[in-house]
């Protein structure tokens, strides 16, 4: 696969707990040289709907679960401070913004408060998380010897 040539120390996955967030975090855990760190950021950690998560947690000392609501600032901004405290000096290498909701509904029956909420989600999100983890981006780039950004340095 085109990931087959990818060094990546640390790597946070948003909406880790199923669909594509979990097969990005099942992908990571097979790699040869998989990443020293995984976090796997979802809304309940604890939940039934992360049971898989948990079970590979278990399993896996490099994988760490972690609360994260993408449309909440304060649970964003503990997320990055939990993470850094792991990370230590090192930053994080590699952001994947895959959190998204979807609700599917008729032209008649759509609400302003639903996009507003499908908006705030998906995409003010990702912006959110993008500014907030950029200060670990940044210094993960840093150590890395090279010029310019790669998966190997830091990328979002």
Known sequence: SSMAGL???SVLVTGANRGIGLGLV???LKMPNPPQWIFA??????GQRAQELQNLASKHPSLVIVPLEVANPA???AAAASIGGHLGGSGLNLLINNAGIVKITSLENETQEDMTKIYTTNTVGP???SQAFLPLLKKAAQGSPGSGLSCSKAAI
Not at 41 to 46: A, E, L, Q, S, Y
């Open 41 to 46: 950021g979802c809304r309940d950690p604890k």
């Open 75 to 77: 649970s964003i901004k």
């Open 7 to 9: 060094r990546v120390r």
């Open 127 to 129: 912006l959110l998380m």
């Open 26 to 28: 099942q992908h990571f």
